[in-house]
């Protein structure tokens, strides 16, 4: 089955204490993304993959990195988490063929006290 | 970036036609348009994609008028279960793939019997 997996799906953490998010999906798919969803401010874009090292900001690559050392994993990674940075996290896939279709992963809600 | 404007909510009942608009005035020459659908605590999931004119899926139906400044997405006969937030996404690959992308603030779908 096609899918994009997130882990973990909840998170708690505190201030300035780093913490990775991970993301791989089984599709071959150059393209990866993370966004950000925040309400009223729908769904941000983060940061950018288009294949294996090869990465790009997004609209709000603040306070994040990320890495693409393998075509199928793409973790996002805080290293000095701030409470403005408590947000739904997604991340998604894309590849040419097919619908074009971009595949979400389920989300991962991060708290920052 | 192409900036997207949708109506932040919408009510309906079962059986009837839903069309949602988005405006797009700064759609680039080689963006498409996507719009995708979001149920609570869900990664958003693809409907339908298109570049001009009228495209027809199985669920859904897009209409692009030639200049492609707004985007119509049409659902016919609503149900309960069609009760979600819908997003319009224009971008340089098709699907919404790709990291020139703007999503719009959605817009919350209610269905009611």
């Known amino acids: 089955e096609a899918q994009v997996t997130q882990n973990p799906r909840y998170l708690i953490t505190v201030t300035g204490k780093k913490l990775t998010v991970t993301c791989s999906q089984n599709?071959?798919?150059?393209?990866m993304s993370w966004y950000r969803q925040d309400p009223g401010l729908g769904l941000r874009q983060i940061y950018y993959s288009m294949n294996v090292e090869v990465t790009d900001k997004g609209d709000v690559p603040e306070g994040y990195k990320v890495s693409r050392k393998e075509k199928r994993n793409f973790p996002l990674i805080l290293e000095s988490p701030s409470p403005n940075q408590t947000s739904l996290y997604f991340c998604?896939?894309?590849?040419?063929?097919?619908?074009?279709?971009?595949?979400f992963g389920p989300g991962t809600r991060l708290t920052v006290t | 970036l192409a900036k997207t404007t949708q109506p932040i909510s919408m009510d309906s009942y079962e059986g009837q036609e839903v069309n949602i608009t988005c405006s797009h005035n700064?759609?680039?020459?080689?963006?498409?348009i996507t719009w995708y659908q979001q149920f609570p605590s869900q990664g958003p999931r693809f409907i339908i994609q298109g570049y001009k004119t009228k495209v027809t899926n199985e669920v859904a139906s897009l209409f692009i008028p030639a200049d492609r400044k707004s985007s119509t997405l049409s659902l016919p006969r609503v149900s309960l279960s069609d009760t979600a937030v819908y997003y319009c996404?224009?971008?340089?690959?098709?699907?919404?793939?790709?990291?020139?992308?703007?999503f719009g603030t959605g817009t919350q779908l209610k269905v009611e019997l």
């Open positions: 998604a896939s894309w590849g040419p063929g097919g619908r074009h279709e971009q595949y």
């Open positions: 996404l224009v971008g340089d690959k098709p699907g919404g793939g790709g990291n020139k992308l703007t």
């Open positions: 700064n759609i680039a020459t080689n963006d498409y």
């Open positions: 599709m071959n798919h150059e393209y």
